[in-house]
């Protein structure tokens, strides 16, 4: 996922440095939300949206997790993809997650986990979905309509599976 459109009429934001609470696994360009000690990824589709995770940083926050010495983290990294914090993340080696916060009225652009269309509703404008439970970089095609309270389709760029959506 990733802003397309500020609602500030900003170019960017800048990211902020929140701890990865222990054990939660954080994906790039993911869904996030704030819990107690730190950020995980937003993993229902009721959860309070506060970002994208645009990366990862090892305590201290300069030095980007992919260029970080071995023991400067635990946990494991997979490039590109995600960062699963070790069980004591938030005491010993203190990753923490980049994330871009989303605020009313941003456009973000997203890709569903699925055709869109195939349930009623996702390929049009004005309906509600969540965040997909098993993947915080998707939006799940299956929840259109239902009673999320997390994003509304504003538009749809023609591309593939992606559409354009705001918080709702």
């Known amino acids: 996922m990733e802003?397309?459109?500020?609602?500030?009429?900003?170019?960017?934001?800048?990211?902020?440095?929140?701890p990865i609470i222990n054990s939660a696994t954080v994906y790039k360009?993911?869904?996030?939300?704030?819990?107690?000690?730190?950020?995980?990824?937003a993993d229902a589709v009721n959860d309070p949206i506060y970002g994208i995770c645009m990366g990862f940083v090892a305590d201290g926050g300069s030095t980007p997790l992919e260029n970080a010495l071995s023991g400067q983290f635990d946990g494991t990294l997979v490039d590109g993809v995600s960062y699963t914090a070790s069980a004591d993340n938030l005491t010993d080696k203190k990753v923490q997650a980049l994330v871009e916060p989303i605020l009313p009225k941003d456009t973000i652009r997203a890709e569903m986990d699925a055709t869109l269309g195939t349930t009623t509703g996702s390929n049009l404008f004005g309906?509600?979905?969540?965040?997909?439970?098993?993947?915080?970089?998707?939006?799940?095609?299956?929840?259109?309509?239902?009673?999320s309270t997390q994003f509304v389709i504003a538009g749809q760029p023609g591309k593939g599976n992606f559409v354009d959506v705001k918080l709702a």
Do not use: N
Not at 4 to 18: F, H, N, T, V
Not at 29 to 41: H, L, Q
């Open 3 to 18: 802003i397309i459109k500020y609602a500030d009429g900003a170019s960017s934001r800048p990211l902020e440095k929140w």
């Open 127 to 147: 309906y509600k979905v969540s965040v997909l439970t098993t993947d915080p970089r998707k939006l799940d095609e299956s929840t259109t309509g239902g009673t």
């Open 29 to 41: 360009g993911g869904i996030v939300k704030v819990v107690p000690g730190g950020v995980e990824s």
